[in-house]
């Protein structure tokens, strides 16, 4: 009975502490709305070009806090550019676009890393790459939550509009919508959610937070709502998980939400009611069966004829 | 317009042109128009036509003629550096707007991995009747459950649009189209990658709501079902080269411009056919899809339409 309460007591004791609470609201908030992204980003292939805003937004975070401007304004002001720099780019060159994609986005985060090896003292390099959610300031907790409240009101209101532009843009068009105002939209709410995620998982692993809740749950459902729902839920409670358990593990919390992600991916990847591998060798199997049985049925039909044949 | 008279072989029948009032009149005028890339190239080339209501318009002309050019400005993707487009009266984007063009896409051109299930689809048919926040009412379920049956897809509103046939792909985007109650339709290659019957069933589908007045556009490259079901023609190479009623404009001569010796053409006459001094042969043209074969006396062939749905 002794051990049992100190195990709860143990178990209990991240919520003592406001900064923990704080933490693990936070990152459930930004693992929802990455999550409602996601569902989207991987339908169409772009989960490169989210890993390129995720990058690209550092030099911006950097210089913000040198100059003691929201960090949020620098990060949205350089992720644009770096759209920009990209689309051009492309149009003056015969390069492919993942390449393109690849040289400006190192390029700049290799900006970033200067500017804040630079100037030690203003940021903390590990706190941009790495995400540090657990000393999140409540100036950025603010930023986070402004951020990925308008953006969940704006997806709530549009996402069939985004869904429907996103899978059939002549339709969108023969609907009165405009397919190339809706994909801005959603290049603004990305690297808006981007920007929030570099404080809980940081630059480098922002990619997981907008790829993985949603694949996950494409393999779980057939229909694109559920599938968001799905995905919301499988980002908000691993990353309020990732940031809970960060308590005992000592501040690994991008690292940690990321591996639940995983986790969560591999679960579906094998235990999938329809889609899953568990799932594809119990159809081959029943299929196999039921040609063999066929092919039983037949053979009897054939034996059948061939006695009456006998006997007549 | 070069287009030789031959007798006409299909009769025309006067139908109700007068369609219901407050109905307006489906239309489709192309006034000299020029479409260029980015890179200044021209696409379309002083193009002009002009589609009324109760018609079913092919859209004839080999890959990279500009056909798929000319449905996107038509769609309002492209933008004509001059002349002008005009539908129903209206322009292009005001007449999206207003929900009076369908569009059903290339089979190419669907993402069929989408989580989307048969019923979804249909269903964004009905966005242009719904508020901006898409929410379904019962007249747009009872018109999904309509436009389901009509197609004879009631059966498969559950699944998820991969797991379905080519014919049967068609037939769901053919009942977005009924959903939606445009007026005007315009139908990309709606023929590829189906069956016989099933293309049967989408022709007599596309006659049907021509006698309902309504107007459809058909790029097709699928020759011999042309005459088949198409009242008008547009043969189309980077320009107008012929447009007009099918018995006078499908000609061979014309044919032969458009395609540009692209065509397989086999002729049977004199002593191959006949015993006699029968004067009458044979032509099919063709492009490895249902060929074209017209039969008569030189230049006074007419087409021939195989029984439908007799192939196998």
């Not at chain 1, 039983?296 to 034996?303: I, P, T």
Request: proline fraction near 3%.
């Amino acid at each position: 009975m002794m051990l049992f309460s100190a195990v709860i007591d143990l178990l209990l004791e991240p919520f003592a502490y406001q900064y923990m609470t704080k933490a693990i609201w936070v990152s459930a908030l930004v693992g929802a709305v990455c999550a409602f992204l996601s569902c989207y980003l991987i339908l169409k292939g772009w989960a490169l070009m989210g890993d390129a805003l995720a990058h690209s937004v550092v030099p911006g975070v950097a210089l913000a806090y040198l100059m003691g401007l929201p960090y949020a304004l620098g990060a949205f002001t350089s992720g644009i550019i770096a759209a920009l720099g990209i689309s051009f780019v492309r149009r003056l060159t015969m390069l492919r676009e993942d390449a393109v994609i690849g040289l400006v986005f190192t390029t700049f985060f290799a900006i970033g890393l200067l500017i804040v090896s630079i100037n030690p003292t203003s940021v903390n390099v590990q706190s941009i790459v790495l995400g540090n959610i657990l000393a999140i300031s409540d100036e950025d907790v603010v930023q986070v939550i402004i951020i990925a409240a308008i953006s969940l009101a704006i997806l709530g209101l549009k996402w069939k509009d985004l869904m429907l532009a996103f899978f059939d843009d002549s339709h969108a068009r023969s609907v009165g919508l405009n397919p190339w105002r809706l994909r801005v939209l959603f290049f603004v709410l990305l690297s808006a959610c981007t920007v929030a995620a570099l404080q809980t998982v940081g630059a480098v692993l922002v990619i997981a937070m907008v790829v993985t809740p949603g694949a996950t749950a494409y393999l779980l459902t057939d229909r694109f709502g559920v599938m968001i729902g799905l995905a919301m839920i499988i980002g908000a409670t691993t990353s309020a998980l990732g940031a809970y358990l960060s308590f005992f593990m000592d501040g690994a919390t991008g690292g940690l939400i990321v591996v639940f992600q995983t986790l969560v991916f591999l679960a579906a990847f094998v235990f999938a009611p329809k889609h899953g591998r568990l799932a594809a060798r119990r159809a081959a199997r029943a299929f196999s069966s039921e040609v063999d049985a066929g092919s039983r049925e037949e053979n009897a039909v054939k034996r059948s004829g061939l006695e009456e044949e006998t006997t007549a | 317009m070069k287009s030789r008279v031959l007798e006409i072989h299909s009769e025309t029948p006067a139908r109700s042109l007068s369609a219901p009032s407050g109905r307006l009149m489906p239309s489709i005028q192309v006034n000299n128009i020029t479409v260029s890339y980015t890179n200044g190239v021209a696409a379309v080339r002083n193009a002009s036509f002009k589609l009324g209501a109760s018609t079913i318009c092919a859209l004839v002309g080999v890959n990279g003629s500009g056909k798929s050019t000319l449905f996107k400005t038509l769609m309002g993707f492209l933008t004509p550096s001059s002349g002008d487009v005009r539908i129903a009266g209206l322009p292009v984007n005001t007449a999206l707007k207003r929900g009076l063009v369908a569009y059903v896409p290339q089979s190419e051109d669907v993402d069929w991995n989408f989580p989307v299930l048969v019923e979804d689809v249909v269903m964004m048919g009905r966005y242009g009747h719904m508020s901006f926040l898409r929410m379904p009412a019962k007249s747009d379920r009872q018109a999904v459950d309509e436009a389901l049956e009509r197609v004879g897809m009631s059966d498969y509103r559950k699944r998820q649009i991969g797991e379905l046939s080519g014919g049967q792909k068609k037939r769901v985007f053919l009942a977005r189209a009924l959903a939606q109650g445009s007026e005007i339709i315009l139908l990309d290659e709606p023929f590829t990658g189906v069956d016989v019957k099933t293309e049967s069933a989408i022709i007599d589908l596309l006659r049907a709501m021509r006698d309902d007045g309504r107007l459809m556009f058909v790029s097709t490259h699928n020759l011999g079902s042309v005459p088949d079901f198409c009242d008008q023609v547009v043969l189309f190479n980077k320009t107008v080269l012929a447009y007009g009623p099918t018995a006078t404009t499908f000609t061979e001569a014309n044919l032969a411009e458009a395609f540009g010796g692209l065509l397989r053409h086999v002729r049977l006459g004199g002593s191959d056919l006949h015993d006699d001094a029968d004067q009458r042969r044979v032509t099919v043209l063709t492009d490895d899809e249902r060929p074209l074969v017209l039969y008569g006396e030189r230049d006074q062939e007419k087409h021939i339409k195989p029984d439908r749905g007799g192939a196998s």
